[in-house]
């Protein structure tokens, strides 16, 4: 729910300052002028102050008058405006903030910068005033950044913008400028057409579907947003995957080996059938490693067992006992091995020991990496907003918190009086750490590959020293070998080649059950995202069309829609527009029932939204109406529905402007609640 509880407007200059208040309530608001006394400009400026004028056009320019931005009239004569602001103060239902935005800021602050208290101080008088929030608008990050103010702002009405996708493939958050056009309407351009004219530069597709789907909190929606989420899932274990695989293949390559090869990721075959055919829990990587011999490809495990026969057949050979000086050499020599492979062993438990305390440093300085990212962050946000003219640094200091975490400092400083650092200082030692972080990260990185290169040299010489302690076991047992120097090479080439395979088998181990496991989540996503379908309407969507429909169709019989039957208009759910069976309702009928169908529509859609539990904020900005002169016997029904309209068991508050005499408006509300605000001059003068 969003309600505006009161509004002012100063505009200083050199004689003096000139201004505007005025307080709202719940119902109907009729703020009654003549033409051109500033019943648009106080509009403009509510949706000005909330950093909303994107729905209106590109930009700012023409948004607010020359009262706000250059001249205003004191006592007959003009004078140059040298500051102006307004102040609107807003209310949840359960908190209320006052935000100031200014029109032409002093010097040293610039119109983005959006100052916010946390309490009401339109309405209420006297007492504490708590330190003011800064926050930005007109920039990038505005919706999604903690110092954005929209992002503020959706947080405060309890949205969670969903992403949609635009024109140019990216997916960006529904943004508050395109759903304001559903409860705001400016008199020049605003009233033509049957269906609100949603702001095209921010690139999204099918905005007006999108913005009825979030306040109708239609379940397509939430299924368009869990279908953008498993796509992302899916893309990110696309990476993954790919990561994983090429790993694998680049160790098979150095063993001139090769991976089984397999359906490439997303495509059918890949979501039909297990990768590598396994269908078991563990894969065994020396099954899926192939070798080439013998015009065919087997498998490394079947190498491996090859190898394995064709070592121990050329151990067979007898030998016969050796004694003598021969003897005790190799007893010697077969002790110095033992002890090497002790040492050795030794070194690989330190190596061990070294890498799981590598690991959890990396860890660690990981995560303080993401701690500092994230206030590097802040620290960005932060000098965006000075750079607006915010004095946030200098609050923070003055009230003992942190400028980026909002928490206190107070007893954290050994040393009293010790100078505070300055915004760009803090982000500069930030930046510094992270720099610091990152060689820190990277000296762990390259520990941590000069561990597995000696790891790996240890090993491999374990495995040389562990064959010659067999063979001088073999030769203390007394065998005078039988075989020819070329089965003893061919021996010593086999046992070489056997203990590469076997890394092999044994680092690729992992990375082949990861990667089973990484198409098994895949298939648990697309599984997923199939089961959501295309985007189709649930029963209970239906439900919530079909009420918005009878709704729309009861308000045109009210304001007696004359073109067609209003029993023959429907909502076509594909665009979210009325339409017709003999089609679209864009150029038929006069001007004056496209704008009872703009009435209806916006109504019917706040009715809907109230009885769905939707999202609509319950608030309606209508700057004129009653265009093209539409009739009173429309107009009277009309503000009649808009003083009764119901929101959420209270009623909703709708503010629109008129320049009728005030009898007639009391005569088209007779026995109606609502309030007046009657401009008698210019709102600035």
Same mark, same amino acid.
């Given at each position: 729910m969003l309600r505006i509880n009161a509004i002012s407007i100063q505009s200083v200059t050199a004689v003096g300052s000139v201004g505007f208040s005025a307080r709202f309530a719940d119902g109907l608001t009729v703020i009654r002028a003549r033409n051109t006394s500033g019943k648009t400009l106080l509009l403009n400026s509510m949706m000005y102050a909330l950093g909303l004028e994107g729905t209106l056009q590109p930009g700012k320019q023409g948004i607010l008058t020359t009262g706000l931005t250059k001249k205003v009239n004191i006592n007959g004569v003009e004078h140059q405006v040298r500051t102006s602001w307004i102040d609107l103060e807003v209310t949840n239902g359960s908190s209320t903030i006052t935000v100031r935005r200014y029109a032409l800021p002093p010097d040293g602050i610039k119109p983005d910068l959006i100052t916010v208290w946390s309490q009401a101080l339109l309405t209420s008088a006297g007492g504490d005033v708590d330190p003011p929030k800064h926050y930005y608008v007109g920039r990038g990050g505005a919706a999604q950044n903690e110092a954005g103010f929209h992002h503020f702002l959706a947080k405060f009405l309890g949205w969670r913008l969903p992403l949609v996708p635009t024109y140019n493939g990216k997916e960006v958050p529904l943004y508050l400028q395109v759903l304001a056009s559903l409860f705001f309407v400016e008199q020049k351009q605003g009233w033509s057409g049957i269906v609100p004219k949603m702001p095209t530069q921010y690139q999204i597709r099918e905005p007006l579907r999108r913005s009825? /789907?979030?306040?109708?909190?239609?379940?397509?929606?939430?299924?368009?947003?869990?279908?953008?989420?498993?796509?992302?899932?899916?893309?990110?274990?696309?990476?993954?995957?790919?990561?994983?695989?090429?790993?694998?293949?680049?160790?098979?390559?150095?063993?001139?080996?090769?991976?089984?090869? $397999?359906?490439?990721?997303?495509?059918?075959?890949?979501?039909?059938?297990?990768?590598?055919?396994?269908?078991?829990?563990?894969?065994?990587?020396?099954?899926?490693?192939?070798?080439?011999?013998?015009?065919?490809?087997?498998?490394?495990?079947? $190498?491996?067992?090859?190898?394995?026969?064709?070592?121990?057949?050329?151990?067979?050979?007898?030998?016969?006992?050796?004694?003598?000086?021969? +003897?005790?050499? *190799?007893?010697?020599?077969? =002790? /110095?091995?033992?002890?090497?492979?002790?040492?050795?062993?030794? /070194?690989?438990?330190?190596?061990?020991?070294?890498?799981?305390?590598?690991? !959890?440093?990396?860890?660690?300085?990981?995560?303080?990496?993401?701690l500092l990212e994230q206030e590097q962050r802040r620290y960005k946000d932060i000098r965006s907003l000075e750079s607006l003219g915010a004095e946030f640094s200098r609050h923070a200091i003055a009230h003992h918190d942190c400028p980026t975490c909002q928490q206190s400092l107070e007893g954290t400083e050994l040393a009293t009086g010790a100078p505070a650092l300055s915004t760009s200082e803090s982000a500069a030692l930030v930046d510094q750490q992270i720099q610091t972080i990152n060689t820190i990260i990277e000296d762990a990185e390259r520990s941590a590959r000069t561990n597995e290169a000696v790891r790996g040299a240890l090993e491999r010489e374990s495995g040389d020293i562990r064959a010659r302690i067999r063979a001088i076991q073999a030769d203390l047992e007394g065998h005078v070998p039988r075989a020819s120097i070329s089965q003893i090479?061919?021996?010593?080439?086999?046992?070489?080649?056997?203990?590469?395979?076997?890394?092999?088998? %044994?680092?690729?181990?992992?990375?082949?059950?990861?990667?089973?496991?990484?198409?098994?989540?895949?298939?648990?996503?697309?599984?997923?995202?199939?089961?959501?379908?295309?985007?189709?309407?649930? %029963?209970?969507?239906?439900?919530?069309?079909?009420?918005?429909?009878?709704?729309? =169709?009861?308000?045109?019989?009210?304001?007696?829609?004359?073109?067609?039957?209003?029993?023959?208009?429907?909502?076509?759910?594909?665009? !979210?527009?009325?339409?017709?069976?003999?089609?679209?309702?864009?150029?038929?009928?006069?001007?004056?029932?496209?704008?009872? !169908?703009?009435?209806?529509?916006?109504?019917?859609?706040?009715?809907?939204?109230?009885?769905?539990?939707?999202?609509?904020?319950?608030?309606?900005?209508?700057?004129?109406?009653?265009?093209?002169?539409?009739?009173?016997? +429309?107009?009277?029904?009309?503000?009649?529905?808009?003083?009764? *309209?119901?929101?959420?068991?209270?009623?909703?508050?709708?503010? *629109?402007?008129?320049?009728?005499?005030?009898?007639?408006?009391? /005569?088209?509300?007779?026995?109606?609640?609502?309030?007046?605000?009657?401009?008698?001059?210019?709102?600035?003068?």
């Open positions: 009825i /789907e979030f306040y109708l909190n239609l379940d397509v929606l939430e299924r368009a947003r869990r279908r953008a989420e498993l796509q992302q899932g899916l893309s990110v274990i696309r990476a993954e995957y790919a990561t994983l695989r090429g790993a694998v293949e680049a160790a098979a390559h150095l063993s001139n080996a090769r991976v089984m090869p $397999t359906s490439e990721f997303g495509t059918p075959a890949f979501y039909r059938a297990p990768i590598f055919g396994v269908t078991s829990e563990t894969v065994d990587a020396g099954d899926i490693i192939t070798l080439y011999r013998d015009d065919q490809w087997e498998t490394l495990n079947a $190498t491996i067992r090859r190898l394995q026969e064709s070592i121990q057949f050329l151990n067979i050979a007898e030998q016969e006992p050796l004694s003598g000086p021969g +003897a005790e050499g *190799l007893a010697s020599e077969l =002790r /110095e091995a033992r002890e090497r492979l002790r040492a050795i062993t030794t /070194e690989l438990q330190a190596l061990d020991d070294s890498a799981n305390m590598l690991d !959890m440093q990396r860890g660690t300085l990981a995560k303080r990496w993401r090479q061919r021996r010593i080439v086999d046992e070489a080649r056997l203990q590469e395979l076997v890394r092999l088998r %044994d680092n690729a181990q992992v990375t082949c059950s990861d990667l089973v496991q990484a198409q098994r989540r895949a298939i648990d996503l697309k599984r997923e995202l199939d089961s959501l379908g295309d985007e189709v309407f649930s %029963d209970a969507d239906v439900r919530k069309l079909v009420a918005w429909q009878r709704g729309l =169709r009861n308000l045109l019989t009210a304001f007696r829609f004359g073109v067609f039957s209003p029993s023959e208009i429907s909502i076509d759910p594909q665009t !979210m527009r009325p339409t017709h069976i003999q089609g679209d309702l864009g150029f038929q009928g006069s001007a004056s029932d496209g704008l009872k !169908m703009r009435w209806a529509y916006m109504l019917s859609l706040v009715q809907s939204s109230s009885a769905t539990s939707g999202c609509h904020p319950g608030l309606l900005l209508l700057d004129g109406p009653r265009m093209y002169d539409v009739e009173a016997s +429309a107009m009277k029904p009309f503000l009649q529905q808009c003083a009764s *309209l119901p929101m959420n068991g209270r009623q909703a508050q709708i503010i *629109l402007t008129l320049s009728e005499n005030p009898g007639v408006i009391a /005569e088209w509300l007779s026995g109606y609640g609502y309030q007046i605000i009657d401009i008698e001059d210019k709102l600035l003068s």
